[in-house]
């Protein structure tokens, strides 16, 4: 088992060496094709600017060097782990990014989980009972949270859970100036959590309640399946054991492949409930045309993709001990 995930494991890191590589140049070479530049920001917020402070604006931040200059000095300072310095916000990107990776984080995480698990367990509800009302119910239920986009129903949940019940709170990730400390804090945090978590996992617990049903009624019809059945194993068993563990891998294949649009829609859910990450980070950054507190999200977002995608391989060769050996 452990020989197994660690071929696994060198076997996708191989893989990712050259994808981290793509991403960098590709994602440096689409920002130089967007308008403007932070100078010009700085300059119309100034109110007054002429040509020499413009030059000079540009000459100070490097954006007056070609970009094949440009590209070999971001991968130089990219190999000593430095993200570059914010001309907007007169800052390392680094430092920027680290203070708003853990929310993003447990927005994303707690999403994904929120996703897995009641996708998972109406999926399976739903495959065992197949054709019947709790399929047809569900299945509507399903049907209207994959149609809702995730702003509509964040925004809804805000009319009805804190305009109209005050049972949550709808902006930032805590009270501001509260100062909670112990559980008090952590209580706070999670009443924070609730809303842009559900409006974020809204969409993706709809694909994954049909995957999984799909996917435990292909498993059903399986020679093993009967076979489990033939010993006498109790059905609930059956369908946790045998049915469930082989349906959930195409579930956390699809899981890995989403990550990419938690990111993305993290920037809509972070700018509605004012939820202080890397999304709404990103967003100021290309309003401001601060390309390097950009690109250092989009690299940053990147490997996190690329890694959490090689945990679902691991994640698989565990599921299947056939993975492993192909």
Known sequence: MGRRIAATFKRTAIHAAPTVL???????????????????????????????????LRE????????FTQLVNFLGHLATFDLGFSPRYNMPVLDMIMTR?????????????LALLLGIVLGSIMAAWAGRWPDRVLSVVVLLFYS???????????????VKLGWLPSDSNMTIGANYTGWAMIADRAAHLVLPALALASFFVAVYARLTRASMLEVQRQDFMRTAEAKGLHPFFIQLRHALRNALIPVTTVAGMHLGNLLG????????????????????AVLARDFSVLLGVLLLSSFLVILANMVIDLLHAWLDPRIGTT
């Open 265 to 284: 829609g993290a920037v809509v859910i972070e700018t509605l409930f004012g939820w202080p990450g890397m999304g709404r980070l990103a967003l100021e």
């Open 148 to 162: 809702m986009p995730g702003f509509w129903v964040g925004l809804m949940a805000v009319v009805l859970f804190s």
């Open 101 to 113: 990776l853990p929310s993003t984080l447990l927005l994303m995480v707690t999403a994904l989980s």
């Open 22 to 56: 793509g991403i960098i140049i590709l994602d440096f070479l689409l920002l130089q094709l967007m308008p403007g530049d932070a100078a010009d920001v700085i300059a119309a917020e100034s109110g007054t600017a002429t040509a020499e402070t413009m030059a000079a």
């Open 60 to 67: 100070r931040f490097g954006l007056d060097k070609s970009v």
